[in-house]
């Protein structure tokens, strides 16, 4: 869910990690129930200091004349392998392309959005949880993830069965 956020695997265990730290440090003691729902607000806390750093960093880069767009241009060598476990190319193809085109719409989705949806839809969160680990109302959760369903429904109906 962070790396989605983010979209650097390497930034993503970074905020995970200091977020688990965080919580433990500050609600170990807290009722287990409790537990999941705090971290991700913990989490979600540090997601919005992360975009926020780097929007300031983007800024001197900009002053500067540095892109800091290098990290897309690295290609991942396990890409590179053949999937010898697929026997049919295409299918495989179809599944990648759709791949790729969900990852893509999950980050083009407005911050709230993309945070309501990747807590319920793939974290399992409920409305309640999710509300508490964004900071907001159960029906600003319920609008925001409705909102993003919607949208990727939109931008994804060519890969629907």
Not at 5 to 29: I, N
Not at 51 to 80: C, H, M
Not at 127 to 147: I, L, N, P
Request: net charge negative; glycine share 4%; proline share 4%.
């Amino acid at each position: 869910m962070t790396e989605f956020s983010v979209g650097d695997t390497d930034e993503a265990l970074d905020l995970v990690q200091d977020a688990m730290l965080g919580f433990v440090r500050k609600y170990s003691e807290r009722p287990e129930t409790e537990w999941n729902a705090l971290f991700y607000r913990i989490l979600q806390n540090r997601i919005t200091d992360w975009y926020r750093r780097t929007a300031v960093r983007n800024r001197f880069r900009a002053w500067l004349g540095a892109s800091g767009e290098d990290a897309d241009e690295k290609e991942d060598p396990i890409q590179t392998l053949a999937d010898t476990g697929s026997p049919d190319p295409a299918t495989s193809l179809f599944h990648a392309d759709a791949a790729k085109a969900m990852q893509k719409a999950v980050r083009s989705l407005p911050l709230r959005q993309r945070q309501a949806f990747l807590l319920r839809a793939w974290e399992g969160m409920d409305v309640a949880q999710t509300a508490y680990a964004m900071g907001c109302s159960e029906g600003s959760v319920k609008t925001h993830y409705s909102r993003a369903v919607h949208a990727l429904r939109e931008v994804l109906k060519e890969y629907r069965p």
